[in-house]
């Protein structure tokens, strides 16, 4: 069973730093690509950051710079720590992994499927 359980977000003012972790099972953190996508209100799904089954680390070209995927793999966790956040960042940011669903996005070479229920992150100007 595909489990992911995101944690960390909250608001902060622009300039500010936040981590978000990932919690997942073990099956899925050890077979499959890995990454995290937002969702701003009223805006389309866009792809933050991915680590690829390859290990190839993937950026949106507006957060290179700012933001870094890694993950531990003894915890089974993935992280995204952001930094030099923008009002334009805020957004629900999910955890997502490889799979088919309904909710399928393609985005850095990764087929994300299977999501986590999300955290949100606002940055106020």
């Known amino acids: 069973q595909v489990q992911l359980v995101e944690s960390g977000g909250g608001s902060v003012q622009s300039g500010g730093s936040l981590r978000l972790s990932c919690a997942a099972s073990?099956?899925?953190?050890?077979?499959?690509?890995m990454g995290w996508i937002r969702q701003a209100p009223g805006k389309e799904r866009e792809g933050v950051a991915v680590i690829g089954s390859d290990g190839r680390i993937r950026y949106r070209d507006s957060v290179k710079g700012r933001f870094t995927i890694s993950q531990d793999n003894a915890k089974n966790t993935l992280y995204l720590q952001m930094n030099s956040l923008k009002p334009e960042d805020t957004a629900m940011y999910y955890c997502?992994?490889?799979?088919?669903?309904?909710?399928?996005?393609?985005?850095?070479?990764?087929?994300?499927?299977?999501w986590g229920q999300g955290t949100q992150v606002t940055v106020s100007s």
């Open positions: 073990v099956y899925t953190y050890s077979n499959n690509c």
């Open positions: 997502a992994t490889e799979g088919d669903s309904s909710r399928t996005h393609y985005w850095g070479g990764c087929r994300f499927g299977y």
